[in-house]
T-cell receptor
């Protein structure tokens, strides 16, 4: 069973607008969350993370929001740029101190139109 | 500096044959992970190595799959008697540490993957 779900396989956004990518999880023990970006024929690259003690983390154009009660996190990209077009994966770890296993969603393909 | 490298980048094999996939992690990274991504699916955890500790093999789908990490560096994933459902992209990742808190952020550095096709 998939413990981390990204229910939107794709998203299309106009350049300059906000992109919102969503991720839901089922395991309330998850303590640490990450977003990765993946271009074709490359491995995923780390984007931003958040621990369960926070509800928001910001890094430049990227902000991750965590709603623990809803078991939901989202990635906001503002403003979106064509170079942001990629597949975005969210990942979760059940421990903030032991990263032996990460659970990944199936990804959302973002297309930012010029 | 050099990132995580994997070889081969593509592998086509016949059903029933054995394959070996190689991963060279970033130098100094103590944690190493193997994942696979089947078409339209997310990354599926396979196995985790942390330093000299016993690996976490809980994600290996069957006893046809095995992995080793020699000298705390290079890792090899072996699939015996390949089946068509083994076709996927196999990704390797390394991180500075498999522990968080003050000693690590959990950020993993991924290789480009090996695309395995079993015919």
């Amino acid at each position: 069973d998939q413990q981390v779900k990204q229910n939107s396989p794709s998203l299309s956004v106009q350049e300059g607008r906000i992109s919102i990518l969503n991720c839901d999880y089922t395991n309330s023990m998850f303590d640490y969350f990450l977003w990765y970006k993946k271009y074709p024929a490359e491995g995923p690259t780390f984007l931003i993370s958040i621990s369960s003690i926070k509800d928001k983390n910001e890094d430049g154009r990227f902000t991750v929001f965590l709603n623990k009660s809803a078991k939901h996190l989202s990635l906001h990209i503002v403003p979106s740029q064509p170079g942001d077009s990629a597949v975005y994966f969210c990942a979760a770890s059940p421990s903030l101190y032991n990263f032996n296993k990460f659970y990944f969603g199936s990804g959302t393909k973002l297309n930012v139109k010029p | 500096g050099a990132g995580v490298s994997q070889s081969p980048s593509n592998k086509v094999t016949e059903k029933g044959k054995d394959v070996e996939l190689r991963c060279d992690p970033i130098s100094g990274h103590t944690a190493l992970y193997w994942y696979r991504q089947s078409l339209g699916q997310g990354l599926e955890f396979l196995i985790y190595f942390q330093g000299n500790s016993a690996p976490d093999k809980s994600g290996l789908p069957s006893d046809r799959f095995s992995a080793e990490r020699t000298g705390g560096s290079v890792s090899t994933l072996t699939i015996q008697r390949t089946q068509q459902e083994d076709s996927a992209v196999y990704l390797c990742a390394s991180s500075r540490s498999g522990t968080g808190g003050a000693s690590g952020s959990g950020e993993q550095y991924f290789g480009p993957g090996t695309r395995l096709t079993v015919t």
